[in-house]
């Protein structure tokens, strides 16, 4: 469950075929990555890019959370700035992506969790796994400046979250795979 999400679209008249027009916005969670709708408060002030509580206590903006939404109903101007605020949130929680790569293991014989993230191959792979055997990473710079070769390490995740929000992967590694994905792989 989401605390805390960024507004990704405010439609302060609704949807335009919605029966019962009232102001909403498109959210992408902080934590999971969850993309989700909700109605707004009369009286908020609403921003694009800004961060509004979700959870059960201290809403200020947002009303009631109608739920989870698909990466296609995002409206194009969400799908256009999704870039952004992913690269936003990649970047407020270093450490943990930080983390994730000094701990990335194998998933099979043939398969290693950084073979799934674009822009690395075999010879980045090698160089990271090398470099973090000696000491782990401290942060996106020292990633850098130890492994040149992945020169924008952010621009590297967020690309696979974005990937992972439009539903083109098998393995799900920062989000929440889509509720159909669950139902079919587990029978939910």
Known sequence: MEDFAWVVEYLPLGHAAAIKREPMVQLLGTRFFTLLEASVKPEATIVI???????????????????????????????????????????????????????????????????????????????????????????FADLHKRVPSLSDPVAVLSHRVLSELEGHEKYYLFTKPPAELLERRYGR
């Open 49 to 139: 890019g800004q961060r509004v509580c979700v959870g059960k206590e201290g809403r200020l903006e947002v009303e009631h959370i109608k739920g989870r939404i698909k990466y296609e109903e995002l409206t194009n101007g969400a799908r256009e700035f999704m870039p952004n605020i992913v690269k936003k949130a990649i970047t407020e929680r270093e450490k943990e992506f930080v983390d994730f790569l000094n701990r990335a293991k194998p998933i099979s014989i043939r398969v290693h969790t950084l073979d799934l993230l674009p822009g690395i191959g075999k010879k980045t792979m090698e160089a990271l796994l090398s470099e973090r055997e000696k000491t782990p990473f401290e942060s």
